[in-house]
């Protein structure tokens, strides 16, 4: 590197750097596991899927990276301790977590019951605050934080109410958390996905479809193409990386394009729209 110059190609690596990823299994934070690892990171991973997880653990060890996993429920504070507790043992600390595992179901508000709703709050909420807890005293000065958060937090959520909340909670505790542990040097963001299809997302979509919905999300984005996992596994490689050393408190919006399109309309014929006027 020439004097002065801040960053080269190695900037965007994790060469020995100790990385946590929630819900690795598939998805989003399959790709972010697969990709942090192809730039030599440590890999800690988490999910429910135990069969899932274990190829993803294959694939880890075939790039000659270290890997330890753990099949828990992120909602249960035990073993998400457990867990924190097996990395710091194995590893001795962690620069980087990924708070990728959530979910959701279909439901208008007043159809949500208050059993449904603590699970909600639970898996996309409560449990991001203990992983933080939890990590943050064995994370080293220099660590990063990203959150994956969703287009919801930013926009209405017909029939995902309680999901959008809590994705729009943990938006705005990543900007707390940047003033409170920026004195660390410990980075807090948040990345914001869209349109980027996989198994969960289009079972979701066609449990809302399937319900006449009143509102329908921005279909095809001003890209004019979907996104995939792998574009928000980009996103959290740059948020974790050298790249990103002055950005904190801040959201990426990995979609395309929606979040500036405006998102949800009502399902109208065009020909229909002026007929009452």
Request: proline content about 5%; aromatic content about 6%; charged content about 20%.
């Given at each position: 590197m020439a004097e002065g110059d801040l960053f080269d190609e190695r900037s965007i690596l994790?060469?020995?750097?100790?990385?946590?990823v929630t819900g690795a299994a598939q998805g989003i934070g399959r790709a972010t596991a697969r990709l942090f690892a192809r730039c030599g990171a440590s890999m800690a991973l988490c999910d429910r899927e135990a069969g899932l997880l274990a190829e993803v653990a294959a694939e880890i060890e075939a790039l000659g990276r270290p890997v330890l996993t753990a099949e828990l429920d992120v909602r249960d504070p035990e073993a998400v301790d457990r867990f924190v507790e097996a990395v710091a043992?194995?590893?001795?600390?962690?620069d980087v977590l990924v708070n990728n595992a959530g979910g959701t179901?279909?439901?208008?508000?007043?159809d949500t019951a208050p059993k449904g709703e603590a699970s909600l709050v639970a898996e996309n909420f409560t449990q991001v605050t203990h992983f933080v807890r939890r990590v943050v005293p064995v994370m080293r000065d220099g660590g990063s934080i990203v959150n994956l958060t969703s287009i919801e937090a930013h926009q209405a959520g017909p029939s995902f109410g309680i999901y959008?909340?809590?994705?729009?909670a943990v938006e705005s505790l990543s900007k707390t958390l940047a003033l409170e542990l920026g004195a660390r040097r410990i980075r807090v963001n948040s990345i914001a996905p869209d349109a980027q299809p996989s198994g969960g997302e289009k079972e979701a979509r066609q449990a809302m479809l399937d319900q006449a919905p009143e509102y329908l999300p921005a279909f095809l984005p001003p890209l004019g193409y979907f996104g995939t996992p792998e574009d928000s596994a980009a996103a959290a490689l740059f948020l974790a990386s050298d790249l990103s050393r002055f950005i904190t408190g801040t959201t990426l919006h990995v979609d395309g394009g929606n979040r500036a399109a405006g998102g949800w309309h009502r399902p109208v014929d065009a020909d229909a729209m002026h007929d009452d006027l």
């Amino acid at each position: 590197m020439a004097e002065g110059d801040l960053f080269d190609e190695r900037s965007i690596l994790l060469t020995d750097r100790v990385a946590i990823v929630t819900g690795a299994a598939q998805g989003i934070g399959r790709a972010t596991a697969r990709l942090f690892a192809r730039c030599g990171a440590s890999m800690a991973l988490c999910d429910r899927e135990a069969g899932l997880l274990a190829e993803v653990a294959a694939e880890i060890e075939a790039l000659g990276r270290p890997v330890l996993t753990a099949e828990l429920d992120v909602r249960d504070p035990e073993a998400v301790d457990r867990f924190v507790e097996a990395v710091a043992a194995r590893f001795e600390h962690v620069d980087v977590l990924v708070n990728n595992a959530g979910g959701t179901f279909v439901a208008p508000f007043l159809d949500t019951a208050p059993k449904g709703e603590a699970s909600l709050v639970a898996e996309n909420f409560t449990q991001v605050t203990h992983f933080v807890r939890r990590v943050v005293p064995v994370m080293r000065d220099g660590g990063s934080i990203v959150n994956l958060t969703s287009i919801e937090a930013h926009q209405a959520g017909p029939s995902f109410g309680i999901y959008a909340a809590m994705k729009a909670a943990v938006e705005s505790l990543s900007k707390t958390l940047a003033l409170e542990l920026g004195a660390r040097r410990i980075r807090v963001n948040s990345i914001a996905p869209d349109a980027q299809p996989s198994g969960g997302e289009k079972e979701a979509r066609q449990a809302m479809l399937d319900q006449a919905p009143e509102y329908l999300p921005a279909f095809l984005p001003p890209l004019g193409y979907f996104g995939t996992p792998e574009d928000s596994a980009a996103a959290a490689l740059f948020l974790a990386s050298d790249l990103s050393r002055f950005i904190t408190g801040t959201t990426l919006h990995v979609d395309g394009g929606n979040r500036a399109a405006g998102g949800w309309h009502r399902p109208v014929d065009a020909d229909a729209m002026h007929d009452d006027l």
